[in-house]
């Protein structure tokens, strides 16, 4: 509301200001900036005076030499080595799963994320809020002081909840067609490949893909198909996906794992190429 002024209020402001003072608010307008602005497919970091880092070398997110993607083995293990805690996790991960396969017509996969912001006064509602907080702060804890704006900051996250084994077959539909098997398996184990992105933002500015400035995975189960992230970046609208890509990394499941990436990169879970591990009976 500050920032509305009404055309007499503006014509005021004009006529009992002097070059000298307008050049002097425009430099402190500069220096205070808040706005979000992007930077190759990511949002801008800011430097020490509060300006969107446009230009330069930015600091470095992931501890990892070619910031690109890195796996800690047992971030969260002492947590989940209490079987009620874990269960109570498990329990809350399914009631807030909504992912769901894409039907032939849709761009994308339907169901909900949620969201949770950086702001220092904000209390977590629920302990996976908690949980995409303390992830969030472990990853931006070693950027310089003034880096980000909490107020525009924060985790978008989900939960994926796959079994392991396949679906097992009625005897009313063991006549039915070998494609619509093939169907139901993928729906039940794979995540197909794709770019994290603010998919929002693109139905309202199509062809824009603000991406995360880190994407995680955190494993609660030793079960279910690897996560596969290949050294794709997400192309510019002008672009098309092509070309030859010629590394990646393939994460196994483990209870406690956690693994962080370039949010721009290509991933998912492709049990046909990778099948998951089957838990024992």
Request: proline letters at 7%.
């Amino acid at each position: 509301n500050k920032n509305n002024t009404t055309e007499e209020e503006n014509e005021k402001t004009t006529t009992t200001t002097t070059n000298e003072e307008c050049s002097n608010k425009n430099t402190t307008n500069n220096n205070n900036n808040n706005d979000f602005v992007i930077r190759d497919g990511f949002p801008a970091l800011r430097t020490s005076e509060g300006k969107p880092l446009i230009e330069g070398v930015e600091p470095s997110i992931l501890c990892c030499d070619d910031n690109n993607f890195v796996s800690y083995s047992s971030s969260f293990g002492k947590l989940l080595e209490d079987s009620k805690l874990c269960d109570m996790i498990h329990e809350d991960c399914k009631k807030v799963f909504t992912a769901r396969t894409i039907d032939d017509l849709a761009a994308y996969s339907s169901g909900c994320t949620y969201f949770v912001p950086a702001i220092p006064t904000y209390k977590a509602r629920c302990g996976l809020e908690a949980l995409a907080l303390s992830i969030f702060h472990q990853h931006t804890n070693n950027l310089p002081a003034g880096s980000f704006i909490p107020e525009q900051s924060g985790a978008e996250w989900w939960t994926l909840v796959l079994d392991a084994d396949p679906p097992k077959k009625d005897e009313d539909t063991e006549n039915d067609d070998d494609d619509e098997d093939e169907e139901d398996m993928d729906e039940h184990e794979e995540v197909g490949m794709h770019f994290d992105a603010d998919y929002g933002l693109e139905d309202q500015v199509p062809g824009l893909l603000v991406h995360p400035r880190v994407a995680t995975v955190t494993y609660l189960s030793d079960y279910g198909a690897p996560t596969l992230v290949l050294n794709q970046r997400s192309p510019t609208p002008d672009k098309a996906l092509n070309g030859i890509i010629e590394n990646g990394w393939l994460s196994s499941p483990k209870v406690g794992k956690h693994i962080a990436f370039d949010g721009r990169l290509l991933h998912g879970a492709p049990a046909t190429f990778f099948p998951g591990i089957t838990p024992p009976n």
